[in-house]
């Protein structure tokens, strides 16, 4: 949960360190290629954290949430683990597209499969930057929830999703 969290917010501040830096500057190409490696890493973990999920199932929800608050929270996580897929699996079509390699930490790389394609770039870095928007957005809003549970309801929803409690 944390992991993945810390990975989006930094993935998104790359994308504005970037920016300090012209375009041919071998900084900026080593922040892009951090952010290419890092955003691989986040699909991995977003791909073993869905698995576990699937497997074990979801934590359970507490049993004083009404059935608004259920349905609510259950399609939140959806749309999250939606958009974690998205955003990376955009990424990657965008990295090839441009016509450039896909570089795991130096660890593999993977040719563009395809010519590239400045049109099709555009439209996908605009829907990867939408997406990148968009769950900013709603872990907010899913800050928002944890928080009005903690405070107003006083139930133990904040607890569960601290750094090593259960579910986690």
């Not at 989006?8 to 041919?24: A, E, H, N, Q, S």
């Not at 934590?59 to 009404?66: I, K, N, Q, R, Y």
């Amino acid at each position: 949960h944390w992991t993945v969290f810390l990975l989006v917010i930094g993935l998104y501040g790359l994308t504005y360190v970037v920016d300090l830096f012209p375009r041919g500057d071998p900084s900026r190409d080593l922040i892009w290629w951090f952010h290419i490696s890092f955003g691989l890493l986040l699909f991995i973990l977003v791909i073993l954290r869905a698995g576990l999920r699937l497997t074990r199932g979801a934590p359970g929800l507490p049993s004083e949430m009404t059935p608004l608050e259920r349905w609510m929270a259950k399609l939140t996580h959806l749309a999250l683990y939606a958009l974690l897929v998205a955003i990376p699996v955009l990424g990657i079509l965008l990295t090839w597209y441009r016509g450039d390699a896909l570089s795991f930490f130096e660890l593999f790389t993977i040719p563009a499969p395809f010519s590239p394609d400045r049109t099709t770039a555009g439209f996908i870095k605009e829907l990867h930057s939408l997406c990148a928007n968009l769950i900013l957005i709603l872990a907010g809003l899913h800050a928002v929830a944890a928080l009005w549970h903690h405070f107003i309801r006083r139930d133990d929803i904040l607890k569960r999703m601290l750094p090593g409690a259960l579910g986690s």
